[in-house]
């Protein structure tokens, strides 16, 4: 009976050693979750506060990629901020002619208002750096990948690259390098949605084009991205 009462006693102890062990493995586990994560999304691009009589024509995308780091600022580690950087890759089709004369001036001209205008192609293209920083909110664990998250943020980017490019029949107008473009952009984001797929917004709060340029009838050129789509988490 004794040998039997031992027994039990060291069965019991290595029970609660084993257990103990394993509360204290996953507790420094969930000491250290946290949802760093690369991301890639494509959305669909507007563009408002347009001039009179301008608007979009033919595709306009936007495809985004980038890491962010998450940083928990609460104790159960589902509130964080997060800040990271990408790269956003920009195509808008519309009806604003941007063309550069032989002395280097530009032109800014509304096709179609001042008389009809065949033409095949007119777009502008814009690469930017970004530099993501959100509050995140999410009801994921250490173990658990699939969840529903909630991210609101700024975005801060420098925008390095423009091409503007118009075709007709024996005409073709490239213009790289718009210099009438802001580069520093700043833009509010939020997504939301569950597990890896997410549906995500974007609007750029401050002009695309630097204050005081006009189109060829006067109109000042007002223009802020708008952007819809999705993104896609992947830790």
Request: charged residues 20%; aromatic residues 18%; glycine residues 8%.
């Amino acid at each position: 009976m004794k040998r039997v009462g031992v027994f039990f006693l060291l069965f019991s102890c290595t029970i609660f050693q084993n257990f103990a062990q394993e509360s204290t493995n996953i507790s420094n586990l969930d000491q250290r979750y946290r949802e760093d994560q690369f991301y890639a999304g494509f959305s669909y691009s507007m563009l408002s506060q347009l001039p009179n009589e301008t608007k979009l024509r033919g595709l306009s995308g936007s495809i985004q990629l980038g890491f962010i780091r998450d940083i928990p600022i609460n104790n159960r580690r589902n509130l964080a901020l997060g800040l990271g950087a990408g790269i956003n890759f920009n195509r808008y089709g519309q009806n604003l002619f941007i063309g550069r004369k032989s002395d280097k001036e530009m032109i800014y001209r509304i096709l179609g208002k001042e008389g009809p205008v065949q033409y095949s192609t007119n777009r502008f293209n814009t690469s930017i750096l970004e530099f993501p920083l959100q509050l995140r909110w999410r009801t994921s664990t250490a173990e658990k990948y699939q969840f529903w998250r909630v991210y609101a943020g700024i975005n801060i980017g420098y925008l390095f690259w423009s091409k503007s490019t118009f075709k007709q029949t024996g005409n073709t107008v490239v213009v790289t390098n718009i210099p009438d473009i802001q580069k520093l952009r700043y833009s509010l984001t939020f997504s939301f949605g569950y597990n890896k797929i997410n549906f995500f917004a974007k609007y750029d709060v401050n002009n695309l084009f630097i204050e005081g340029t006009f189109t060829t009838d006067g109109s000042p050129i007002e223009i802020r991205p708008l952007q819809f789509g999705f993104i896609f988490y992947i830790l």
